[in-house]
């Protein structure tokens, strides 16, 4: 292999993050390249062979870190987009005497009363031992289906 000359600490400019993190993975890309010899072959010392796995999978780590911002960039626009969506929803004044949602029904502009069930056009109610019962139950299905047939 053939050695490179860096330079010393104190000539290399003051770099930001990214391009920190793109000095790091043109250098591990480039010590690949020279220890496969562009691709073509692999070394055939152990040591060696241990430090490129090693470059590889740093290359392969901080590919994948990038994915994940790049997800996470996209999960928070998604969410803040669908924020702004139910905060303008909270926003509209619905037509209702109170303006709430909840309240009735609008239908083609015109507000409608919802209906409302007078209670005495129920049937009877009529409970069956144990329905009201707190706590695990015992029963089996079969119990069940077999007291539902009755």
Do not use: H
Request: cysteine-free; overall charge negative.
């Amino acid at each position: 292999m053939s050695e490179t000359t860096l330079p010393a600490v104190q000539d290399t400019p003051v770099m930001t993050d990214d391009e920190r993190l793109a000095y790091t993975q043109n250098m591990r890309k480039r010590l690949v390249d020279d220890m496969t010899e562009n691709g073509e072959k692999m070394p055939a010392e152990k040591g060696d062979r241990m430090v490129l796995l090693q470059a590889l999978a740093d290359i392969d780590r901080s590919a994948l870190g990038n994915k994940r911002i790049v997800a996470a960039k996209k999960d928070g626009d998604e969410n803040r987009n669908t924020a702004l969506i139910i905060a303008q929803m909270a926003q509209i004044k619905y037509q209702t005497p109170s303006g709430s949602p909840f309240e009735g029904n609008v239908i083609e502009g015109e507000f409608r009363e919802v209906p409302q069930l007078d209670d005495r056009d129920l049937p009877e109610l009529k409970l069956v031992p144990g329905e009201t019962d707190i706590g695990i139950s015992s029963r089996t299905f079969d119990d069940f289906m077999r007291e539902s047939e009755e």
